[in-house]
């Protein structure tokens, strides 16, 4: 069973950035496609962005756009969070995710077969 790991959560303060990276624990494993989603205390488990494996694709949460920059090393199978400017609100456990079949929304949860672990974003103020 291939497990994504991802890596780069931490502590930063309000302003700051983190750059999270996600890979699978398998390097001949592939995906249509890789995303990152974050669930905040209490709330549900939301989307954020997505790349698809040729980085033809990518889609961010309003909420996140002009400040996270999704990429991918198609070699490495290897997908990152580039994170500026964050703010409070933007603490949660940062997912990575990924798709092996082809999808008009990459956002859904439901795309995703592949889920890692998680990695902590605490953003203070």
């Known amino acids: 069973q291939v497990q994504l790991v991802e890596s780069g959560g931490g502590l930063v303060q309000a302003g700051g950035s983190l750059r999270l990276s996600c890979a699978p624990s398998?390097?001949?494993?592939?995906?249509?496609?890789m995303a990152w989603f974050r669930r905040a205390p209490g709330k549900e488990r939301e989307f954020v962005s997505h790349?698809?494996?040729?980085?033809?694709?990518?889609s961010y949460a309003d909420s996140v756009k002009g400040r996270f920059t999704i990429s991918g090393d198609i070699a490495k199978n290897t997908v990152y969070l580039q994170m500026n400017s964050l703010k409070p609100e933007d603490t949660a456990v940062y997912y990575c995710?990924?798709?092996?079949?082809?999808?008009?929304?990459?956002?859904?949860?439901?795309?995703?077969?592949?889920w890692g672990q998680g990695t902590q974003v605490t953003v203070s103020s």
């Open positions: 790349i698809t494996r040729n980085g033809g694709s990518t």
């Open positions: 995710a990924a798709a092996q079949y082809y999808s008009d929304d990459y956002s859904a949860r439901r795309v995703y077969q592949f």
């Open positions: 398998r390097r001949t494993f592939s995906s249509l496609a």
